[in-house]
Structure formats: C-alpha cells, structure tokens
C-alpha cells in the first residue's frame, strides 16, 4: 500500500507527497514518488499506479524502466568523467540539451525519429529554459531560427555523447538509431557542414567602423572603446574569446610574447596554454590600454559581438562577423611574407593544415601601412 504525507511550503500552503514502495524478498525493487496540490489527486494516484502496478509483467516493466536514465543525465555523466573539460561552445550545447524537454527523454529508447524531432526544433528555434531562472518568462520561449549549420553543430555533439557516453553512463546508447536519423538529416539539407568564410573586410568598411566607434567612444568615454578591440582582432589574430581573457601577467612586451590560456581546440581546449608570438602592431595596441583590470580588454563577449553586429547594420556593411577580423589578420600575414610556420607562431594553429587555405595568398606587401587611424589606435586610452 502507498501512503500520503501532507506537507507545507514556505508560503503556508499545503502538499502532499504519494509515495509507492514495492519490496522483493524484503527489499525495495520500486520507488514512485510524486507531489499533488490536494490530498484527493495524490489518493488517486496512487489508486491508478496500484491498478497498473496488477498487471501481468507491469512490475518488471516498470523495475526496469526506473533503471533507465534520461538524456540530462547521461550527458551529465559525460560531463564530469572528462578530465580536461570542454571548450564554451561544446560546453554550452551539452547544457542546452538537459535544459530541453528532450533531455528529460529516455535514453535507451530514443528512435530516429525522436533525433530528426529535434533537429527541426533546434531549425525552427526551440528555446531551452534559460540557466537564471529569473529569465523564465513567455518571451524567452519566442522562436529563434537557427541555421542548418548550427543544428549539424549541436547534433554532432549530440553524437560524441552516444558514441562513447555508453560505458560512461552505464547505458545502451541508440547509436544506429542516431546514425540513421542523420542520414536523413544530411539528406534534407536540416543539417549541414558550415561553409568556409572567405569575407574580409575592406579598408573602407573598416574606415567606416573605426569612425564610427572612435566618434562613440569620444562621445560616451564610457563606452566599450570597440576602436581598440576591431584592430586588435586583426593584429593579433586572435579569437574573441582569447582576446577578451588575456591576462596583463601573461603579456611580456619585453620579448614579444602573450601566453594565451585554454586556446580552442578540437579535442582538448581546458588547460591547452599556448605562449604565442606577438608583433609590434599588436604589443601598441595592447600597451595602449590603460591596466586597470587583471585582464587587458576586461569586456563581455556578447556585448563586443552585439556592438559589431549593430554597428554593421547601421553602417550597410554586409555578410561581415567579428571573427572574420581574425582571417583578415591571418590573410595579412601572409600578403607581407611571412611563411606558414611563423604564422602557426602568431595565430597559434597547431596542425598547419588549418592554414593552408590562406597560402593561395600572394605577398603583396600590408596594406595597412601608413593606415590614417593608427595614432588613435596606438594613443593611450584614458583611465576612466
């Protein structure tokens, strides 16, 4: 028999708490528990789990069902068993599933059709619950797109979990079941591979940037001094996340060297620490900022990327991205002559393969040589 304990919350409401316990040769094979706003809900269920519980094989069934874990948890079990951790972007999917109704799935009995569902919510713009659980309103469920890329993105992660989360978890992944799913997947173009970007931006479209944040920062010098950070993108060549965490402790301007910690990378990106070559355009820009954080640029990410973007609308500069500033960067080294290697040196691409795309790129020498804005990109930034 299952038994009903009435309980109060904070606000003086009460609840009441089903709980169902069944025993086999005096141990507990089966623990159902659930929480009711009134005494009469929980009684009936009860009743409803103790009919169900009466038929042939629904207790073995059900043994065997509570054994099961869901997709939140699985991917949990994968999260803690890595040593070295994750990179952000594979960090915050594995985040987003458990915060999906898809999470809370089973995972032993996903089916393909389960994995092509979420694919074309992920397209159509599913919205996980937010992580700050004060962001939890209607407008946050509002359908945002997403590119076919993206979702082959989150998929893919999706998959490093069922192709080796099995013995992890203690489950049987449904690998052929996702395999098949995305078969079909690819053959509807609902996933697809990202397209290599080739866009860099013009002088004149970098001209029209430069001028436009110079006059905002001088207007607002409280202001993210983005005139700083556009040409540090290009002349470090760095990613934006790096930029926006180097430390001042790990620049030495004495020898040209800036040790970036955890420096993308596809298999190990937690503790990969990489001292990376800077040059004088990048060493003037850094020792133009003022120390007044431990971190060089102390900006958040998405405020950089949200100013970029806006920025570029405003301006009717098209199809350009924050990170295209850092194939800008790489695309230059190479026109003023430098060789694969010291590039690797600068860039901090460790398989040299990653690069040869820009070695199609003949020496032309920098066209950033007497550039009309560096006085104000190299001039100190005041101290706020």
Wanted: net charge positive; hydrophobic share 35%.
């Amino acid at each position: 028999m299952g038994t009903v304990t009435e309980r109060f919350k904070k606000n003086g409401k009460p609840s009441y708490t089903a709980q169902l316990r069944k025993k086999k040769k005096g141990k507990v094979i089966l623990n159902l528990v659930e929480t009711f706003p009134s005494q009469r809900a929980a009684e009936n269920w009860l009743k409803n789990q103790e009919r169900a519980l009466k038929k042939p094989g629904a207790l073995d069934r059900a043994v065997n069902a509570k054994r099961r874990k869901d997709v939140s948890a699985c991917v949990q079990d994968y999260i803690e068993s890595s040593p070295d951790g994750f990179g952000s972007s594979k960090s915050q999917m594995l985040s987003y599933f458990q915060r999906l109704p898809f999470g809370e799935a089973e995972m032993e009995t996903l089916a393909a059709e389960d994995f092509v569902r979420l694919a074309t919510d992920l397209l159509n713009g599913v919205q996980a619950r937010p992580t700050d659980p004060e962001l939890d309103t209607p407008e946050h469920y509002s359908f945002k797109p997403r590119k076919p890329q993206t979702v082959n993105g989150y998929l893919v992660t999706l998959g490093a979990v069922i192709r080796f989360g099995g013995p992890i978890a203690g489950v049987e992944m449904p690998l052929a079941e996702y395999e098949q799913a995305m078969r079909t997947l690819r053959h509807q173009k609902i996933v697809t591979k990202s397209a290599k970007r080739d866009r860099r931006p013009s002088l004149t479209e970098l001209n029209k940037l430069m001028d436009h944040f110079a006059k905002r920062y001088q207007e607002n010098p409280r202001c993210v001094p983005m005139h700083k950070i556009v040409p540090a993108a290009i002349f470090k060549v760095h990613r934006r996340g790096s930029i926006l965490s180097q430390l001042w402790d790990d620049y030495d301007g004495e020898y040209g060297e800036l040790t970036v910690r955890n420096l993308k990378h596809p298999r190990k990106t937690e503790g990969n620490d990489k001292v990376l070559t800077i040059r004088q355009e990048a060493m003037a820009i850094i020792d133009s900022m003022p120390r007044i954080d431990e971190r060089i640029f102390p900006y958040h990410e998405d405020t950089i990327t949200r100013l970029f973007t806006e920025a570029c609308k405003l301006l009717g500069i098209e199809n350009l991205k924050f990170h295209d500033l850092r194939h800008e960067g790489i695309s230059r080294l190479f026109e003023i002559g430098l060789k694969i290697h010291e590039v690797a040196e600068v860039s901090g691409h460790e398989d040299w393969g990653s690069i040869k795309r820009y070695t199609h790129i003949k020496e032309r020498g920098d066209k950033y040589e007497g550039w009309e804005w560096w006085p104000i990109v190299t001039s100190p930034l005041p101290v706020k």
